[in-house]
């Protein structure tokens, strides 16, 4: 009988995105064949520890504050000889009253599968440790997945390629809190209303607000500071939103193309999660030449980041369809059977399982590409020792 794969799913996470990647792993562990696969859950709380013993979705599901739980914490140990483990941590009683720690390491892990949406996990953070740890993951690298989160960074290096980015500021929020004014004027010079203002590292449209005139600015950017140093405020399109998902590492394939039409006045995180008052047209209504744009542009944003494995990139077009502007690129997108990523494939002829066997087959691949070349690198060192 074939050897079942390890896969270490994390969950949870520090960000505000913290239920909706409990969300997305719930689905994505349910869809993973148990013939195929042995499924770890790994989850970690809204305050960073990490649960890998009980059941650590019903945990964080739960509210519980996980510190006050004994036989619950874990860590993930940098090993990269290949024998990565989870170190699972148990808080026992001492006889002076106080908890010490012991440790006992559970078998290795064959691959992380990281659910984690927004700052904490899909920023290049836990990619880094993941890295140290030797183990294979999937989704994209620490730069990759950092170039993804910042939207700044990110439209600066799009439009360094030639991309098509809207028009835009990028302020911190220090400068906002020492001169709202000079803030306001040089983004009423730029920019027309109406105008929105954003976190500069945040998803689920979490912190974002719509202004229609000044009246709104200060309230506008008063809340995307709550989340974020780095703000952007956009220029609002009379645009369509059409979202296109890639998958691959280095030759990497676009799905069709799909629309979302919010039924909020823009698809805000009431409309993505709460209203349910939102379509997703999948195929988009869009001439094939302009489909086949955006999905060239979908790859071409992929690879300018040097994402791997997924991403769901994400566009505005002229409702005239004169016009395309790339909106940002997501490296772990949304992954509940009704989030547009996996049903942008479906609709490709890639069923959502078998999308997730494709994710993990290319976290193993490019893990075994960085093996090589580590050692090659190593042969250098030693010939260099002689």
Known sequence: MEQKIRVGVLFGGQSSE?????????????????????????????RGAWLA????????????????????????APDPTGESQVEIVYLAPASNGSRMLSAEASQPLDVIFPVLHGPYGEDGTVQGLLELSGIPYVGSGVLGSALGMDKHTMKRLFMAHGLPVAPYLAVTSAQWRRDPAGVRFTAEERLTYPMFAKPGNMGSSIGISKIHGPHEFAIALDVAARYDRRLLIEQGLDARECECAVLGNDDPEASVVGEVVPGNEFYDYRAKYVDDNSDLVIPANLPEKLAQEIRRLSIEAFKTIDAAGMARVDFFVARDLSKVWINEINTIPGFTRI????????????????????????????????????SALDDVGADLSV
């Open 18 to 46: 913290h239920e909706v990647s409990l969300a997305s792993a719930r689905s994505v562990m349910g869809a993973m064949d148990p013939a195929k696969y042995e499924v770890v859950p790994i989850g970690i709380t809204k």
């Open 53 to 76: 013993s009980d059941d650590p979705m019903a945990t964080l599901r739960s509210g519980v504050d996980a510190a006050n739980l004994p036989r619950l914490s874990s860590v993930l």
């Open 339 to 374: 989030s547009m990523y996996p049903k942008l494939w479906e609709a490709s002829g890639l069923s959502y399982s078998r999308l997730i066997d494709r994710l993990i087959e290319l976290a193993i691949e490019r893990h075994a590409e960085r093996v090589m070349i580590k």
